[in-house]
């Protein structure tokens, strides 16, 4: 089955709600799973985790996340005692399997969830690797809100007569979304995205790279403001605790690379700012499609300096978008209009990383054992030591009276 519609209209629990019904109540083997999603980043299989698990629990089923990042030793354990639903990125999953950990040969539902980015990634050759060892005649389902020639070879190859399931046009359809093109100098932007990061409300502003988003998140933070950066570069650890902060209101702005441009779904981000205008319409789309999530409202903007405003009005016509353009400056009342803009403190955040409290806690533990070292070697070579200069202090008590 192929399955296309808007980022935010359910496909989790489309596919989800499907595979527990079928699977309810059954036991899996050792090391062979029931039912497999694949996903193509470790923060879509993780959501998707999420968003499963309560329901799995009312069904008597279990699944367990096999993503990079992430300990091999727990993964293999929990395959051991027989999982029947295995929530997967397609690099630790074939990890897995050449390691003789995972055998799919009983597997009878696949899922692959952002089929076409997984393809646009360089996974083809993984997804075909997966699927040419599941069980022969299972159940194979494509979702993506966009579905276009990089999953066709999949489906010529995979899926007999495939039943297509379609809900939008593959173009922005949301009546709840805002659409507008910011059009800045380049010695103003700096300023602009400083002031628009500023504002109250969830805010989620796309780089085109991963030193890139660093960078622009270093800026921001610089002039006041609390945010972190997302991208494929950091490690796990921070990679969760970034989502954990944003999602808990802890910071309100991420700077982020299109790796949280699919499926990671935080309530009430009500606006999405490309600093980086994106070139394909799908990456415009399903960036677009963090915010007027489930009925909410939202604003769509995009940065572009004046001699690429042209480039932009391509690409949102391809979109199906017709935004609205405005000339904007630092301040700008047709700034503070559109986005809600307002001047950052001016007083600079730091940031402390999982990675640093995680660095800190190790060298404090070092320390620790370089004294407690220092002061075994200083009793050996019977040098004083504070418990031998109080024995020594009541011993010549003892001996003047």
């Known amino acids: 089955m192929l399955g296309r519609g808007q980022t935010g209209s359910g496909k989790t629990l489309a596919f989800g709600l499907a595979m527990l019904t079928r699977l309810a109540g059954r036991r899996a083997k050792p090391h062979q799973p029931l039912g497999l999603v694949l996903a193509p980043t470790r923060e879509l299989a993780m959501q998707i985790q999420d968003s499963l ?4 629990a009312a069904v008597n089923l279990k699944s367990r996340l096999i993503a990079g990042g992430m300990p091999y030793g727990q993964q293999i354990q929990a395959l051991r005692s027989g999982v029947p639903i295995l929530i997967a990125t397609p690099g630790r999953l074939i990890d897995l399997m050449e390691r003789g950990d995972v055998r ?17 990634m360089g996974f083809l050759p993984a997804m075909k690797q997966i699927l040419d060892t599941c069980k022969a005649g299972g159940q194979r389902l494509l979702f993506s809100a966009t579905l276009d020639k990089g999953v066709g070879r999949l489906v010529n190859a995979y899926l007999r007569e495939p039943v297509d399931h379609s809900v939008d046009t593959g173009q922005a359809t949301v009546s709840t979304m805002d659409h ?3 059009v800045v100098h380049p010695e103003d932007r700096d300023a602009v995205i ?11 502003i796309f780089a085109r790279t991963k030193h890139g988003a660093d960078k622009l998140a270093k800026k921001i933070a610089a002039r006041g403001v609390p945010v972190r950066a997302l991208h494929g570069g ?17 910071i ?12 990671i779904h935080v309530d009430g981000i009500s606006l999405v700012v490309h600093f980086d205008a994106p070139t394909d319409p799908k990456d ?31 690409m949102t016509d391809r979109c199906g978008v017709k935004p609205v353009v405005t000339r904007v400056r630092p301040s700008s009342s047709e700034l503070v209009t559109i986005t809600g803009s307002q001047e950052p403190s001016g007083r600079p955040w730091i940031a402390t990383s999982p990675d640093v409290k995680k660095r800190n806690s190790s060298r404090k533990t070092q320390n620790r054992q370089r004294s407690r070292r220092s002061q075994g070697s200083a009793r050996g070579r019977g040098a004083a030591t504070p418990t031998s200069r109080k024995r020594n202090k009541h011993v010549n008590a003892a001996t003047s009276s």
Do not use: C, W
């Open 252 to 263: 309100r702005t991420l700077v982020a690379t299109n790796v949280a441009a699919r499926g």
């Open 180 to 182: 507008h093109v910011l």
């Open 284 to 314: 415009y789309l399903h960036r677009a499609g963090r915010t007027a999530r489930a009925g909410e409202s939202g604003t769509v903007v995009t940065m572009t300096a004046p001699r690429q405003q042209r480039t932009v009005q391509q």
């Open 53 to 56: 698990s309560p329901l799995m």
């Open 194 to 204: 400083a002031q628009i990061s500023a504002r109250q409300g969830r805010t989620i």
């Open 234 to 250: 950091k490690t796990q650890a921070t990679r969760t605790r970034t989502l954990k902060d944003f999602k808990t209101g802890t």
């Open 104 to 120: 799919l040969s009983s597997t009878e539902i696949v899922v692959l969830d952002e089929a076409d980015q997984m393809a646009d």
